[in-house]
């Protein structure tokens, strides 16, 4: 797989603005000139949900976007420390349920990395 221009921290945060507006990828594709591969791709891998032109109903983003946001050292001890309580012997369902969701990237605070 072939990679363009990375992304920088400003339009990255550029592009979180324009989901929470409300924008459509057509939008954002216009605004950011990036392509809308390169756009789709970012949204999907940040867990971000865009409306698409001529969709039937409206989508907007699947998550609130924190103003602040953890530091990388921040996520990786949250992730250490759901790797060290899962490595734990004898641990019931409920615990191990907890454990996915304090570990799933949907339900826990983005990583950005530009």
Do not use: F
């Not at 949900?49 to 953890?70: D, F, H, N, Q, W």
Request: net charge positive.
């Amino acid at each position: 797989m072939t990679k363009g221009k990375p992304w920088t921290h400003e339009e990255v945060k550029r592009l979180l603005k324009l989901v929470a507006e409300g924008k459509t990828i057509e939008m954002i594709v216009a605004d950011l000139e990036k392509s809308r591969d390169a756009v789709y791709h970012k949204c999907r891998r940040l867990g971000l949900v865009v409306e698409e032109e001529g969709a039937k109903g409206r989508t907007t983003s699947s998550i609130r976007l924190p103003k602040e946001l953890p530091s990388v050292e921040e996520a990786l001890k949250i992730l250490a420390g759901v790797l060290q309580a899962a490595s734990q012997a004898g641990l019931d369902k409920v615990e191990v349920q907890k454990l996915q969701i304090i570990g799933s990237p949907r339900n826990s605070q983005p990583i950005l990395l530009a």
